[in-house]
């Protein structure tokens, strides 16, 4: 077997854990130098690849690669870019192969959604096409958690655990003041297309009437009245309301509810923000006083209470990858497979790239409780065991997690510029 | 010495460590079983109180009030009421009085910040005059850091903390999408009237260049111009521009920011957030994509992040609180004097409520940066130790913090019904 050199590629929102899966890959490929010689990684993913930006993580300290397993953020830079369809876009695919042949790359990973799926498996095709075959595989990632085939996505369970332990905790804070303030909390969270981190927030739920008292997905129009309903009720019943709800609500018009038209005194369109769209109402509607949080990037960065299950998942997906191309294989992604409920386990399993693009999981309707607005004991079944486990970063003495930083010396480049 | 029965009651805002300080004081309470008897907490706090609603805390067993330690909201209820002048509402006063002789309180202890501070003062003049005298003393207790003489304010610190820790993520997160996707980042913080808590996010700077790049103090009147030099500088400098800004920032009319007329489609105003007003003139003048959180009650509550001086304080608050009512004393509030820098070092020590009441401690000048968007290095030495350590709550096996829900029996009424 000759030695491989393997390029290693961010690819879409980073996760509290897509550093874990780098590490795993690292880690991985360092304990098969008989195998594997140097490991790239694409400068801001996918762009710096086309520009022949690449880290060698080679130089890198061991500790430090150790500490990416707790760093969040994507320590080598990921990018929002998605290749367009080969026929369409013949000249950067030919660039990446271009890129892969001067500096040996055996291996392509790329560490993304269901974009990057579809990427890799194209780039696996095209090498063969242009006589550079390059085994080309997938690593899963995403906060959505909607990617198919895979029980889960690495990144979603400490988002899961982030949304469920703070919207447990912001409810203690607003059941102690209801009696003469704030009646209705409002957090908002990410899932623009899937309620999978919505749903997550349910789990701080422990019995029945414990808050969050309303959940809104994106799979179920907003009902205004069932809604306002549905608030008063918990007032009148518990003294206040919590409420998580998704940022892709859509009202009855298939509108996002955050579109809602919202405009400054200067007449801008506002973006963003369901949450305020949604106090608005109850305000209006209900007369309650309200609170509203937005987490946005806090809940996708929060490696501070990430869920142990995760960064187990999302290192081991790392590793594998690494493991299926010592294999030989090509074209293919791990994937986590549930082996049980109770107790749970999992393995990785694989999965072909070809049936891993641009298909998206929603939550499926056994997930959602008849009224729309809370999750069932199935989901409870299926979500408990993400958040599970807690791994914490280390702190340094002023209190302040131990985030690593890398050197990300680049490669010497080998080829004339590429303007991406 | 007779055995006092002492009446505890939350006021105000609730902080992540306001139930350590319940804790502190009935823990060293039960262990001065000759010299105090009962101690009650007020339903909801001084509304309770008014009410005769009084939570018999002997009730609840020894594990749960050790779990108060590391939970956060307020764990008996606490409420937004301020009692009126003597003059205008000497029937509140009054029955506060009759409460007390009813259930034999010989010690009111109120934790909250200035109003409380003059309310339990207020009440200690009463209860003399009304021949009732009542040992009344204050436990500090507010995130906004503003109360006087005591070097801070429990709850301050874990907030502080949060915001450090949530913006190091949050900015790391941007700093990987920089290259094609979100620029600027806005953390909205709390803090009306001062600006700790927006200042607490520059601890997140450990090397010059770190984010936040800028930081906007309601001290500070907000300049347009120099804010947006400065944002597209950090852009153009380390390719993104992170930033805190407290609620409470005013225009050059002296008015809030987040009350800049934001009205929704249907002309209603639209309430709070100075983030989205703030990312809109990002959006508008510089061009640049951004995001925006609001951490709202998020980071009151997020006890799962909390800092351990404070956590240490917070409870050395509430048992100091008994040690001075042991030691006869009225009118007085423990408070947390600063020995020493480097290494940290503090003491509980106490002031006259007098001298609490009413008056806010705003950000020394010497705090911010001269061009009003940064820390300097004296708040950094000040803020530095107040978030040092962690003080993890337990989880349980589902992955959840283990946040106790007090059994809240109260005791039997003695009095007629009063309306509050």
Same mark, same amino acid.
Do not use: M, W
């Given at each position: 077997m000759t030695r491989k050199n393997v390029l290693y590629a961010q690819s879409g929102g980073v996760t509290p854990v897509i550093n874990a899966t780098a590490c795993g890959v690292i880690e991985t490929a360092r304990a098969h130098r008989d195998a594997i010689g140097k490991v790239y990684a694409g400068k801001d993913g996918i762009i710096g690849v086309l520009r022949e930006?690449? +880290?060698? $993580?080679? *130089?890198?300290r061991k500790a430090d690669i150790a500490a990416l397993r707790h760093t969040p953020g994507g320590a080598f830079g990921s990018c929002r870019y998605k290749l367009k369809g080969i026929e369409d876009n013949l000249r950067e695919y030919e660039r990446l192969i271009e890129v892969f042949k001067a500096h040996d790359i055996g291996v392509f990973l790329y560490n993304g959604g269901g974009d990057s799926s579809d990427t890799a498996y194209k780039v696996s095709q095209i090498g063969k096409k242009l006589g550079f075959p390059v085994q080309c595989l997938g690593v899963p990632k995403t906060?959505?958690? @909607? !990617?198919? +085939? $895979? @029980?889960c996505s690495p990144g979603f369970g400490s988002v899961a655990k982030y949304v469920a332990v703070s919207i447990m905790e912001a409810s203690l804070d607003v059941e102690s003041m /209801? #009696?003469?303030? $704030?009646k209705v909390f409002i957090l908002e969270v990410m899932g623009r297309h899937a309620g999978w981190i919505a749903a997550?927030?349910? !789990? /701080?739920? =422990?019995?029945?009437?414990?808050?969050?008292?309303v959940i809104l997905f994106p799979e179920v129009t907003f009902d205004e009245k069932a809604f306002l309903a549905k608030v008063d009720k918990a007032v009148k019943t518990h003294g206040y309301c919590s409420i998580v709800v998704s940022e892709g609500v859509k009202g009855p018009d298939g *509108? %996002? !509810?955050?579109? /809602?038209?919202v405009r400054d005194a200067f007449g801008h369109a506002q973006l963003g923000g369901v949450a305020p769209v949604i106090a608005g109402l109850v305000k209006d509607r209900l007369g309650y006083k309200y609170h509203w949080a937005v987490s946005d990037y806090l809940q996708r960065s929060? =490696?501070?209470? /990430? #869920?142990k299950t995760d960064v187990d998942q999302a290192y081991a997906m790392g590793k594998a990858a690494i493991e299926l191309a010592l294999a030989g294989k090509s074209g293919v992604m791990p994937v986590i497979e549930r082996? #049980?409920? *109770?107790p749970y386990r999992w393995k990785a399993g694989e999965a072909p790239l070809s049936r891993m693009a641009n298909r998206e999981k929603k939550m499926p309707k *056994? %997930? +959602? $409780?008849k009224d729309g607005m809370g999750i069932t004991a199935a989901a409870r079944t299926y979500?408990?065991?993400?958040? =599970?486990g807690e791994d914490y970063p280390p702190y340094d003495r002023e209190g302040l997690p131990k985030y690593v930083r890398l050197k990300r010396v680049l490669a010497g480049k080998k080829l004339p510029d590429f303007e991406v």
């Open positions: 930006e690449l +880290i060698d $993580t080679g *130089k890198e906060i959505d958690n @909607d !990617l198919p +085939i $895979t @029980d /209801a #009696s003469s303030s $704030t997550a927030g349910g !789990l /701080a739920q =422990r019995e029945a009437g414990d808050p969050p008292h *509108k %996002f !509810l955050s579109d /809602a038209g929060a =490696r501070h209470v /990430a #869920s082996l #049980s409920d *109770k *056994k %997930f +959602i $409780t979500l408990g065991p993400l958040i =599970r």
